[in-house]
């Protein structure tokens, strides 16, 4: 069993859609959790960035980590066309600054 | 643009070939990490650079290895490839704080291997 699991998708919404997307761990150890964009052909940047439980905002996008459930989201409020890209959850914790990533899920916002 | 540079952008090579990777961190930031990207298996971190120190070792095959240099830049040397190893390769980097604190990495725009 993989250290993070995240649905590849991929992932179609019309525009102004909300869109959610998830990422499931094992190791309860993470303490910090990443969301990375990446479009094609590009690396990583990231989106946002969450410590332990809770949920942080910023603009259309929300974060959200549920640590009980070792369960974390994104949503996007009102996509845009220009949205679509792989979505890469990432986490670490413990000894070292690796960072765990999901395989990515791609989304398509249809205009 | 997020400072970190990475060259070549792409290199097609034979199997059995030895190439070299090479990336240029953000101005001011000591670490360096290396992932593989490929379709099947996402993201991997291969392994950490601090300040010229290996840091920290991810799933690096022995055929890999890596160094960094006193100007802080990185080369990642992949010798006799295989079809498999056909990813895209990014570079990452930043200050290197100790664990237990956040630490955001910055990635270069990768640099796609493709073995024949």
């Known amino acids: 069993q993989k250290e993070v699991e995240q649905d590849p998708g991929p992932l179609s919404v019309p525009e102004g859609a909300i869109v959610s997307l998830n990422c499931t761990y094992s190791?309860?150890?993470?303490?910090?959790f990443m969301w990375y964009r990446q479009y094609s052909r590009k690396g990583p940047e990231l989106l946002m960035y969450t410590y332990s439980s809770g949920n942080k905002e910023d603009g259309r996008f929300t974060a959200q980590v549920d640590k009980s459930s070792k369960y974390i989201s994104l949503f996007i409020r009102d996509s845009q066309p220009s949205d679509s890209a792989t979505y890469l959850c990432?986490?670490?914790?413990?000894?070292?600054?690796?960072?765990?990533f999901g395989t990515g899920t791609l989304l398509a916002v249809q205009p | 643009d997020s400072g970190v540079t990475q060259t070549p952008k792409h290199l097609i090579t034979a199997t059995g070939q030895r190439v070299t990777l090479r990336c240029s961190p953000r101005s001011g930031d000591l670490s360096v990490y290396w992932y593989q990207q490929s379709l099947d298996q996402g993201l991997q971190f291969l392994i950490q650079y601090y300040n010229g120190e290996e840091r920290a070792k991810g799933n690096i095959l022995e055929r890999f290895s890596a160094q960094q240099f006193p100007d802080l830049h990185s080369e990642l040397n992949l010798s006799s490839l295989e079809l498999g190893d056909s990813a895209l390769y990014f570079c990452a980097s930043n200050l290197g704080l100790s664990s237990g604190r956040y630490n955001e990495q910055f990635f270069g725009p990768g640099t796609r291997l493709t073995v024949l």
């Open positions: 190791n309860s150890a993470f303490q910090y």
């Open positions: 990432a986490m670490n914790g413990g000894a070292t600054n690796k960072l765990i």
